[in-house]
């Protein structure tokens, strides 16, 4: 017969389930303690990797932030500098106008000084003036 239950049979299906056993104890359940904990470890990549970009993109939002924070300092900074120098500019101007308006006053006094002096002796020096034409025309004339 072809399945007739003899003790060949439950000798083979002893050494089966000892062979399975020995099997299970020396080869299955390292090798699945293995693989389980090689997929942990690649799950704990997995998830530190997802925390660094995440953590990645957080400090580059925050360097942006502090650099756009640094522009608009600067730019403050340099519009209140360029305001400063137009007013120290415009203060300068103005005192060298007063300066310049100082000097003009200053030499319309003296020109009107000098003019009034000039008129005042304008009489003696026209008769100067005539009597020394008069002098070398008969001088001339007298040749």
Same mark, same amino acid.
């Given at each position: ?52 970009? #995440?953590? *990645? ?5 925050? %360097? /942006? $932030?502090?650099? &756009? !924070? @640094?522009?608009?300092? #600067?730019? *403050? ?5 360029? %305001? /400063? $120098?137009?007013? &120290? !500019? @415009?203060?300068?101007? #103005? ?49």
């Amino acid at each position: 017969m072809f399945l007739a239950l003899d003790g060949t049979f439950l000798v083979q299906l002893v050494n089966f389930a000892i062979f399975f056993a020995l099997l299970s104890v020396v080869f299955l359940r390292p090798v699945s303690a293995a693989i389980r904990r090689r997929r942990e470890y690649i799950n704990s990549l997995t998830t530190d990797y997802d925390t660094y970009q #995440a953590q *990645a993109k957080t400090l580059r939002e925050q %360097a /942006e $932030a502090i650099r &756009a !924070a @640094a522009r608009r300092d #600067a730019e *403050a900074i340099m519009t209140k500098s360029r %305001a /400063e $120098a137009s007013n &120290a !500019a @415009a203060a300068l101007t #103005a005192s060298y106008v007063a300066q310049v308006q100082s000097t003009i006053e200053k030499a319309d006094k003296t020109v009107a000084e000098e003019l009034e002096k000039a008129r005042v002796n304008e009489h003696e020096t026209v008769q100067q003036l005539a009597n020394l034409i008069v002098e070398r025309t008969l001088s001339e004339q007298a040749r």
